[in-house]
């Protein structure tokens, strides 16, 4: 059934910025969030400020309750965001958006985060929150890993390359990873499980 969907799913905590306390513990982490094989769901209830925002724009997916609010508050302390929001949050919303948000550390309610791209969904309650992201976790959790973690792969390589080497350059790169999906068996393992109508039994990572 692929990872299980606890492996997929960051908790959900109010987030403060502790940047120049907790520096050297969080500095290692973030990319390793973002580089992760598997899909990071991330999901946010109440204040997600300064190294809050670092977290959840390393994650792929982010999901929020109504009463969040996100604040780029790094420049309101007299110094500059550095764990990883100024590079990857213009990717998400647009260099304009970012630069106004990390410009002027102001708070953004959740409903204008989802307008901006920031959030995918706005779920209602954090209890409704949190079940709707271990929906989402246990979706993605029985999909193919492999597939999962090439599409992810994918995604980023796009993100960070852009059109550097145009369509071919991306598609000779799915090409690599296609080549591997199609040694692992998966295919042919959902194949025969949609024939026989059970669960399929995808390769681990």
């Given at each position: 059934?692929?990872?299980?969907?606890?492996?997929?799913?960051?908790?959900?905590?109010?987030c403060?910025?502790?940047?120049?306390?907790?520096?050297?513990?969080?500095?290692?982490?973030?990319?390793?969030?973002?580089?992760?094989?598997?899909?990071?769901?991330r999901?946010?209830?109440?204040?997600?400020?300064?190294?809050?925002?670092?977290?959840?724009?390393?994650?792929?997916?982010?999901?929020?309750?109504q009463?969040?609010?996100?604040?780029?508050?790094?420049?309101?302390?007299?110094?500059?965001?550095?764990?990883?929001?100024?590079?990857r949050?213009?990717?998400?919303?647009?260099?304009?958006?970012?630069?106004?948000?990390?410009?002027t550390g102001?708070?953004?309610?959740?409903?204008?985060?989802?307008?901006?791209?920031?959030?995918?969904?706005?779920?209602?309650?954090?209890?409704?929150l949190?079940?709707?992201?271990?929906?989402?976790?246990?979706?993605?959790?029985?999909?193919?890993?492999?597939?999962?973690?090439?599409?992810?792969?994918?995604?980023?390589?796009?993100?960070?390359?852009?059109?550097?080497?145009?369509?071919a350059?991306?598609?000779a790169?799915?090409?690599?990873?296609?080549?591997?999906?199609?040694?692992?068996?998966?295919?042919?393992?959902?194949?025969?499980?949609?024939?026989?109508?059970?669960?399929p039994?995808?390769?681990?990572?």
């Amino acid at each position: 059934m692929g990872v299980p969907a606890s492996t997929c799913l960051a908790a959900a905590v109010p987030c403060v910025n502790l940047q120049q306390a907790q520096r050297h513990l969080a500095l290692p982490a973030m990319p390793a969030l973002g580089a992760a094989s598997y899909r990071v769901p991330r999901c946010g209830a109440g204040a997600c400020v300064g190294a809050g925002v670092d977290l959840i724009t390393a994650a792929d997916l982010r999901y929020c309750s109504q009463d969040a609010y996100f604040s780029v508050k790094e420049v309101d302390l007299a110094i500059t965001a550095d764990l990883g929001t100024l590079q990857r949050l213009p990717c998400i919303i647009g260099h304009g958006a970012a630069a106004e948000l990390a410009l002027t550390g102001r708070s953004v309610p959740a409903r204008e985060a989802a307008q901006l791209g920031l959030v995918s969904r706005v779920a209602g309650s954090a209890t409704n929150l949190a079940a709707a992201v271990m929906q989402l976790a246990a979706e993605i959790a029985a999909k193919s890993p492999l597939a999962v973690a090439g599409t992810k792969a994918v995604l980023l390589h796009t993100r960070d390359h852009g059109s550097a080497g145009g369509v071919a350059g991306g598609l000779a790169h799915v090409a690599l990873w296609n080549s591997a999906y199609l040694l692992s068996g998966d295919m042919a393992e959902l194949l025969a499980a949609l024939v026989a109508r059970r669960p399929p039994a995808f390769s681990k990572l």
